[in-house]
């Protein structure tokens, strides 16, 4: 079945930018996704990307597939302490009523 | 955007009781609800599809009269955990999908259940 896979944690100084990555199996992934969850909360979509487009950016977050290597990453510039939480990479093959699969997420630690 | 709405989100019961919990799309309409389960410093695990009108799909390992899904209107689903045991204890996050907007799944909060 599907597989996504992310690094599980990562640690930055305040101010320096961060680079989360994530690689899936599933060759027919169509949309990919970006969540973050905070200590005791549901999760809140950051960004999405179809598998058409290469790069998306949205203020101080910039997603880059590279469907070849069916890798996806999330680069957050001028990380602040409030980033801190964990990121989950997800992907589904198709729209409609397909579920997301899930990475098990990256635990994002902003050094003040 | 599109909001879903879960309650409770803290909820502690005894070993045996039933515990229901809500999942609401609050302004837009969901045909289709997920339900996930989270262990502590784990992933999320679809633990079954709730279908508007019709029966649940369950994931394989997901006990189905253990944990019940209701989907009786396009803005509600419910999960019923049946006579709960500690090891039902876990956060349960419930998520829909509009169809008509971006086509991306919202979730709701999540609700932390503790079986004593």
């Known amino acids: 079945g599907e597989d996504v896979e992310q690094s599980l944690f990562l640690s930055v100084r305040e101010g320096d930018s961060s680079v989360i990555n994530c690689t899936y199996t599933?060759?027919?992934?169509?949309?990919l996704y970006w969540y973050k969850q905070e200590p005791g909360a549901g999760l809140q979509l950051l960004t999405y990307?179809?598998?058409?487009?290469d790069m998306k950016q949205d203020q101080r977050l910039t997603v880059l597939l590279n469907k070849k290597d069916k890798h996806l990453s999330l680069r957050i510039a001028d990380t602040q302490t409030g980033d801190s939480a964990i990121y989950f990479c997800a992907e589904t093959p198709n729209s409609g009523n397909t579920p997301l699969v899930f990475g098990k997420g990256t635990r994002l630690s902003v050094i003040a | 955007g599109a909001v879903v709405s879960q309650h409770p989100s803290r909820v502690i019961c005894k070993s045996g009781t039933s515990v229901k919990i809500e999942c609401r799309s609050l302004?837009?309409?969901?045909?289709?609800m997920f339900w996930y389960r989270q262990f502590p410093k784990k992933s999320l695990m679809l633990m079954a599809t709730?279908?508007?009108?019709?029966?649940?799909?369950?994931e394989q390992g997901v006990e189905k009269d253990k944990f019940l899904i209701n989907h009786a209107s396009l803005t509600l689903s419910t999960l019923t955990v049946t006579s709960a045991h500690p090891e039902d204890s876990s956060f349960y996050i419930c998520s829909a999908r509009d169809v008509t907007g971006a086509n991306v799944l919202t979730f709701g909060a999540g609700s932390r259940l503790t079986v004593l």
């Open positions: 709730s279908n508007e009108g019709s029966k649940a799909t369950y």
């Open positions: 302004d837009f309409q969901a045909t289709t």
């Open positions: 990307i179809f598998s058409n487009m």
């Open positions: 599933d060759s027919s992934s169509t949309y």
